[in-house]
């Protein structure tokens, strides 16, 4: 089983950078991509980034230019560095992770507990 474990949210005023990461274990050999989604309140669960393990990535259109996903796969943990910020990024930023390769869409099989960003204007 996989545990995912977000941290780096708070609460930050438009144009500022914050930068999120999550950190995997227990059957990491399982893990292919790993992804960052969001939710923000009375709105669906949205994919903002996605990096499988060759290093492709997949951008929402909202983010490109401003949002960079990494990860480490020696580390076992996936970054989202977020510079200027805008207030409708506001959400819960949830990590996720899956054995295949959803970077694209589709289905993702392990989830984080989430972490709150906020943007302030």
């Known amino acids: 089983q996989v545990q995912l474990v977000e941290s780096g949210g708070g609460l930050v005023q438009a144009g500022g950078s914050l930068t999120l990461s999550c950190a995997a274990s227990?059957?990491?050999?399982?893990?292919?991509?790993m992804g960052w989604y969001r939710q923000a309140p009375g709105k669906q669960r949205e994919l903002v980034a996605a990096?499988?393990?060759?290093?492709?990535?997949n951008y929402a259109d909202s983010v490109k230019g401003r949002f960079t996903i990494s990860r480490d796969n020696g580390k076992n943990t996936v970054y989202l560095q977020m510079n200027r910020l805008r207030p409708e990024d506001t959400a819960v930023y949830y990590c996720?992770?899956?054995?295949?390769?959803?970077?694209?869409?589709?289905?993702?099989?392990?989830w984080g507990q989430g972490t709150q960003v906020t943007v302030s204007s």
């Open positions: 990096i499988n393990r060759g290093g492709s990535t």
């Open positions: 227990g059957g990491i050999f399982l893990i292919n991509a």
């Open positions: 996720a992770a899956d054995p295949t390769n959803p970077i694209h869409g589709g289905s993702w099989y392990y």
